[in-house]
């Protein structure tokens, strides 16, 4: 669904990403693991064409959008889930949600939509009429996840979601992704809580400095010694 071939990108001078390669097939849950600055974010970042790579190949259902622009790059399916939720502060749960259904194939479907997403989140519907920076920061995530599905994804991709959450809102969070995946939307997360993330994982890439280090099965990884002593403490 989802393919990179040796893209090298970065902010202006700087360059963060070097020759990274993945791939993530249509169904999957796919994570890239990685320490603070590794370049998790710029990834997903350029895969959302809000960075143009320098180098390389992007190609999603065999399209080449390695200069596509972010908002095509939405209409064409792709979610990015930014790190730190994003949340329009001021306004309701219910106005945050709307604003995620901007993709084209969305704007239709809204009232449907929202109902099926609702459905999958049962304490966001509860707090529909709240304003959203009056959420605890589970609540908050729990939104942000919602309103990335308004827009109807086949890929949605993850900014480490579990970022600041406590451990039990953790494990929901990951619950919900698994829900998210078993309604046949395609997954790509970033994140720093390595072993939460590829239990709930179908594969996973390792990426240090910029380029992918180490890469396989979900489960391999969890077994692999560098992974275990590099990330899990072990
Ligand atoms: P984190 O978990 O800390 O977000 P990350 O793996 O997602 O880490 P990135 O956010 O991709 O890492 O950052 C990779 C490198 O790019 C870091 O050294 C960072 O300082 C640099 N960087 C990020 N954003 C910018 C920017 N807008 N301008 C210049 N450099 C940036």
Not at 24 to 37: L, S
Not at 97 to 108: D, I, N, Q, W
Not at 196 to 207: E, F, I, N, P, Q
Not at 216 to 229: C, I, K, N, T, Y
Request: proline share 3%.
């Amino acid at each position: 669904m989802l393919t990179i071939e040796g893209i090298d990108a970065g902010y202006g001078a700087t360059t963060i990403l070097q020759g990274v390669s993945l791939e993530v097939k249509a169904g999957e849950v796919v994570t890239i693991v990685g320490a603070n600055g590794a370049g998790k974010s710029t990834t997903l970042r350029t895969i959302a064409g809000l960075i143009t790579p320098t180098a390389g190949r992007i190609s999603f259902e065999g399209q080449d959008i390695t200069r596509t622009a972010a908002h095509e790059v939405v209409d064409l399916g792709i979610t990015l889930i930014p790190e730190g939720r994003q949340l329009f502060p001021d306004m309701t749960v219910r106005e945050n949600l709307l604003m995620g259904a901007y993709r084209k194939a969305a704007r239709a479907a809204q009232a449907e939509t929202l109902e099926e997403v609702l459905q999958l989140f049962p304490r966001v519907r509860e707090r529909m009429n709240q304003q959203a920076s009056s959420l605890s920061g589970g609540e908050q995530q729990m939104v942000a996840i919602a309103r990335g599905m308004m827009a109807r994804p086949k890929l949605l991709m993850f900014d480490e979601p579990s970022l600041g959450l406590a451990p039990i809102i953790v494990s929901q969070v990951f619950e919900v992704i698994g829900k998210i995946a078993a309604t046949g939307t395609t997954v790509l997360i970033v994140e720093q809580n390595v072993f939460s993330t590829l239990k709930a994982s179908d594969r996973g890439y390792v990426l240090e400095n910029g380029e992918i280090a180490l890469s396989g099965a979900a489960e391999a990884l969890l077994r692999d010694d560098h992974v275990r002593q590099a990330y899990l403490g072990i």
